[in-house]
Each structure stands twice: as C-alpha cells, then as structure tokens.
C-alpha cells in the first residue's frame, strides 16, 4: 500500500482523501485545528450553498482570469457531480429561485458527518491538531500534542486554505513553507470581502438592515444582489463579486431603482407637488425603502439636487467608503500558489510528488456556489492526480 498524506482537513482535503482512499492507497489526513472543516461549517451556518445549477460556460466565467486553467478540472466536476455527490452521501438538495443549490436540510453539518462516515469507512485516518511545519531529511513534520513528528509520505496533497478566517484554520501559514523552498507565490488579497464605510450617526437605525432590489457597479463588472448595512459598512452577495474591480481601485455606484429607467423617473418627477420633499417623493413614488432613503441622504450628504442631477443620483449613486475590510474577514483571498508552480495535474514542478487544491491556489470565485464547487473540484483533481503517480511514479 502507498502512503498519502493530506495536509488540510476543508472541502478540498476531504475530497483529495476520497479520490485517494478509493483507489486503495493508505491515507492519512492532518489538520492543524481541533476539528475538520471549519469553515465548511460555518458557510453552512446561513444555508450551505454547495454550488450553482445552470450552463457551465455560464459557471466558467465567474472564474475570471482562472478559468482559462480550471476549465477542465470543474468540466471533470461541475455543479451536476456536485449534486450527485452530495445525493451518495444520502444527502438530498433543492435548487433555489436564482439556481443556488442547497441541501435540503440547509445545514452543512449532516453532508459533513456523512462523508466523515464515509472517509472512515475507507480507512482514512484523521489527525487533528496536526500543524504542518514543512519538511525534515524529505518526512513531513508536523506539531503535535505528542510533540513533533515526523511522516514519511509516497505522495503528499497540500489544501491548506487561503489567509482568511484565521480562526476557522486558513491562516496562511504554509506561505514561507513553501516560499523557503522557492515555490512562485502570488500576495494574498482579500477576495468576497465587505467595504468600511464611516457613517454617519443618521445611519444607525439601519444597522442589520438589507439593500434589496438594488443593481451595484464598480469598472465594467455589475451585481444585481443584496448588500447589508452594518455598523463597519457593506457587507453582502451583491458586493462581494465586485472585490476584484475594488482591489483594482474601481469606483462604486448603486442604481436605487434598476427597474425603472430615466423615463420613467422623469415622468414622476415632474409629477411632484412642490411642498413634496425629496424624501417624501422617494418614498411615496419611488417606494424606495427606508434604507434605500438614507443610503441616498448619506451619499449626497442631504444635498439639494436639481431634477436632472437628482435622477442621475438615484440612478448612478456614488458609495464613498474607505476600502475594502481587513483580509481575515474577508470570506476567501485571491493569492497563494502560482499557477506557474504546477503542472496540468496540480503538481508542484519543483517538488515531484507534491500536489496542491483548494483556495490555496491562486485563484478565487465570488459565493454562490462558485467558490466550493471549485474547491470540490481541485480537490478531486489533485487526489486523481496523486494516484496517478503513486501506481506509475510519473
């Protein structure tokens, strides 16, 4: 029997595990935290979106610049296996209104003890509270509560996260790891991440409150999702596809009314009474929300607009924040291994027998679905990837 280890116990880990323990290797996985998959957990905590059901050319190009290369490892394992997956594990799923498809019992923790049972049943052994600390005379070694040890290992899956949600485990630590050993790596940035807005006290009251039915735009890219005020700024769906064109120093708008073209609101303008307010009007014609209202107020700062300047405002409001949050709260970084370091088959080039998945790559995907199916599927590639070599040494 071959001996594979995998380093990182998310969704990619466990799927490398799968594809490994299936073809009758020994596999033993590490995780640095007290449990396995954290931040699965928590993404499931609010309905687990496993992935996105419709065309995959449709799905490809939420992948931005990466899809060139993910292309055929998400071809191998695109929303349809997803869902398969998912129904082996005895775990039924429903799609939703825009094509999120979720488990039916919403939760991530019942497909997790699935396919823990399912792992362990192939005899995968798990190792928590197993950090990886990189190698010593070619054995991995890791930080145990036994004190240090040392593994030998005929193929080695590294899916160690990216550097957000340190608490959840991907703490980006594997970087000078791997660096020392001259491994390309691109800086870690902030990817699906919320925007720090210094309110004002007018805003308090809509602190938890949601934008809906709001259309965002920041350089060419544009977002038809909701966004939650929060007492730091933005936070939301709707926002988080736009990070890369933030990081790029692209300005925000919001279209309060993406329903309604100029027309139309300049019809019901002219239609206002005199002794109507601005705010009146935005509520009673435009029904706009009451968040809607002061979002308005707080970016015009209560400025007194002429008609064609007002319109404009409503359609075009610009957001004036103070950038994106800190990277460690932000859901997923872009950033890690460079695509450059490893093969077709997520092979490290100058490390034979050392293979790389998940968000530890350089790459990233907005939520939705995008960003586990891709997980998923790297995962699966370089597992597939690693019993290749382990039955031919090539």
């Not at 064109?245 to 139309?264: C, E």
Request: charged letters at 20%.
């Amino acid at each position: 029997m071959a001996q594979a280890v995998v380093i990182g116990a998310g969704p990619a880990g466990l799927m490398a595990a799968q594809e490994l323990a299936a073809a009758g290797h020994d596999v033993l996985v590490a995780e640095a935290k007290p449990s396995v998959a954290r931040k699965f957990l928590m993404a499931g905590k609010s309905g687990l979106n496993l992935t996105k059901d419709e065309p995959f050319e449709d799905l490809m190009q939420f992948y931005g610049p990466a899809a060139r290369w993910l292309r055929p490892i998400v071809a191998e394992f695109d929303a349809t296996h997803v869902q398969d997956w998912a129904r082996d594990l005895g775990q039924e799923v429903f799609t939703g209104s825009t094509g999120r498809v979720f488990p039916t019992a919403m939760k991530a923790s019942p497909l997790l003890r699935a396919w823990l049972g399912r792992l362990g049943s192939a005899g995968v052994e798990i190792k928590t509270r197993w950090r990886w600390i990189g190698w010593e005379d070619g054995a991995l070694v890791f930080e145990t509560p036994d004190g240090k040890q040392s593994v030998n290992s005929d193929a080695t899956i590294l899916a160690l996260g990216g550097a957000s949600w340190a608490r959840l485990g991907s703490d980006g630590q594997w970087a000078p790891i791997l660096a020392a050993k001259g491994i390309p790596l691109a800086p870690f940035e902030p990817s699906n991440s919320a925007l720090s807005v210094d309110w004002s006290h007018h805003m308090r009251p809509h602190f938890g409150a949601a934008l809906k039915s709001i259309q965002w735009v920041a350089g060419d890219a544009t977002s038809r999702g909701e966004a939650t005020i929060s007492a730091n700024g933005l936070e939301g769906g709707g926002l988080y596809s736009l990070t890369p064109a933030l990081r790029q120093g692209a300005s925000l708008f919001v279209d309060l009314t993406p329903d309604l073209n100029t027309s139309v609101l300049t019809e019901r303008l002219t239609a206002k009474k005199p002794k109507t307010t601005v705010s009146q009007w935005l509520k009673k014609s435009l029904r706009l929300s009451p968040q809607k209202v002061a979002l308005f107020h707080e970016m015009t700062k209560s400025e007194v607009l002429e008609s064609e300047k007002l319109i404009y405002a409503i359609k075009r409001l610009p957001i004036h924040h103070a950038g994106l949050r800190p990277m460690d709260e932000a859901i997923s970084t872009a950033g890690g291994v460079a695509k450059a370091a490893v093969d077709d088959r997520l092979m490290l080039t100058s490390l034979p027998g050392v293979f790389c998945a998940g968000e530890m790559l350089d790459w990233e995907a907005p939520t939705g679905g995008y960003l586990l199916t891709a997980c998923l599927a790297t995962g699966r590639w370089a597992g597939r990837s690693a019993c290749v070599w382990l039955e031919t040494g090539r």
